[in-house]
């Protein structure tokens, strides 16, 4: 059984900063390999929406409101993700998901899509 656990959420006041984690780990045997991962988030009314994704191999997208101001990045070695987030706004304020698009593990060599739980984001005006 695969998880996706994150990390880092919390309160801030607006034009602070937070950084997200995002550990993926699996009961029994090990991960094979990652394909891309992403940052979603869904504010309270509204529907999911992608923040950030990067690929395998570190290709980074964003979504347009986030440009400039939140930075994805991952350690494959660690299999985790990172979201930075700075000059956060009001707007900001989410349950972030971490999401990977296939994770493969030794114990079944089969790739499926997976979802963490989420962290809440909350920034302050």
């Known amino acids: 059984q695969v998880q996706l656990v994150e990390s880092g959420g919390g309160l801030v006041p607006a034009g602070g900063s937070l950084r997200l984690s995002c550990v993926a780990s699996?009961?029994?045997?090990?991960?094979?390999?990652?394909?891309?991962m992403a940052w979603e988030r869904q504010a309270p009314g509204k529907e999911r929406e992608l923040v950030a994704a990067?690929?395998?191999?570190?290709?980074?997208t964003y979504a347009d409101s986030v440009k400039g101001r939140f930075t994805i990045s991952r350690a494959n070695a660690k299999n985790t993700i990172y979201l930075q987030m700075d000059n956060l706004k009001s707007d900001d304020t989410a349950v972030y998901y971490c999401?990977?698009?296939?994770?493969?593990?030794?114990?079944?060599?089969?790739?499926?899509?997976?979802w963490g739980r989420g962290t809440q984001v909350t920034v302050s005006s």
């Open positions: 990067i690929t395998s191999r570190g290709t980074p």
């Open positions: 699996v009961a029994s045997g090990n991960i094979f390999r990652i394909d891309t």
């Open positions: 999401q990977a698009d296939s994770i493969i593990t030794t114990a079944t060599m089969m790739g499926r899509p997976y």
